[in-house]
């Protein structure tokens, strides 16, 4: 039996793993909740998983919840608790043995490096932490000999490409992507993009700021700097292959030219899975790989058209100048996602956002070794104000 808290319990990872969690009562406990504002998804996870603690950042909510609770199901005992740092209390309560990441954005970051001071195993979904704090995080997973596992699906075919492999044969990553809803379109088609067209993924059905992120390729090059921590290797070891029938999850390539993939079925359940049963296999939730399925009759590998998704190559820069440039363009693109979601910007003005503000933090780098926590905090911050005063026209 594995005791399970959840960050990010009411999203697109929060439900599946719920999800597996149901199918294996046996097998998890859910310990602990948490979420931002969704009353009535969390009001009846309560109800199913009776963890010992829930949590909501947004304390209305929370507020109403457990109104809710008192009115409705009185006989329920989780206790309720509120606030910006809630989700830190939810990563480190003590029945906890793994911390599930699937909250969105950098607010994972700080929960998450708790979590592991606590001595607490993280299967993460939640890449943005690895990306802006990858390099005070992984220094952390090694000191405190916790288990990081890799729940993104890119990261989770990799490392079990890995398993049983030595490091040093390893030679490249090749990191796959379905090329998202506007893979073949010219800079000129991009202008006019709506929000509703960005949200139609083609493969995977996932929560907004993702889609988002997949459509404009920087999810690419997000996972291209989370692999490079997860991995060890430097970015430019890892090269993107865009492969829209998303079936091969991603390869690696070893020091003598074998080529090792995972195939699969596009559904996050078994990602989950693979990371929560760690180092056992669970049994098998979803329908069995067909290889003889439609998608599987013309498997096709292109590279990404780094013109018009300017945003990868910035990413792989990023990764290149490593130290805080990372969190900066991290922090640009979530302030600049956000506002593409409510209409406030064009589709292309996410990416002249997060090219500002880098090129506002550029000289101002520091090395790898003078990372720290309230620094990131700082300049993750500093580079949100800036993306919010970046003039767009
Ligand atoms: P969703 O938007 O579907 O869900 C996000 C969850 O986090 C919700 O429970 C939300 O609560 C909560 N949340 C959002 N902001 C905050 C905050 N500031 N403080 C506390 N809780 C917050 O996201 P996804 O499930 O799609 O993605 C989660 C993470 O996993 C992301 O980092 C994403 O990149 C990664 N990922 C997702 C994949 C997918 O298939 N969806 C695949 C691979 C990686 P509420 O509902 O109340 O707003
Ligand atoms: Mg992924």
Redesign the pocket.
Known sequence: MRNISL????????TQTLEVARQNPDDFCIVGL?????VD??FEQIKEFKPRIAA???EA?AMMLKERLETEAPEIMTEIISG?DS?EVIATIDEADTVLG????F??LKPTYEAIKKGKDIAL????TLVAGGDIVMPLVKEKGVELLP???EHCAIWQCLWGEKKEDLDRILITASGGPFRGKSREELENVTVENALNHPT???????TI?SSTMM?KG?EVIEASHLFGVDVDRIDVVVHPQSVIHSMIRMRDGSVLAQMGKPS?ILPIMVALYYPERGPRLLEEFDPFCEACSNLTFEKCDTDVFRLLPLAYEAGRKKGIMPAVMNAANEIAVGRFLKGEIGFTDIERTVYEVCDLFDGKNVKREEMNLELILEVDKEARARALEVNLK
């Open positions: 960050l990010g319990s009411t999203g697109s990872i929060g948490s979420c931002r504002s969704n998804l969390l909501m950042t947004d909510s910006e989700p699937a909250m969105v954005g607010a994972g979904a939640n890449k943005e729940v993104d699906s995977w059905k996932m929560g907004g700021k993702i992120d999810n997000l996050m």
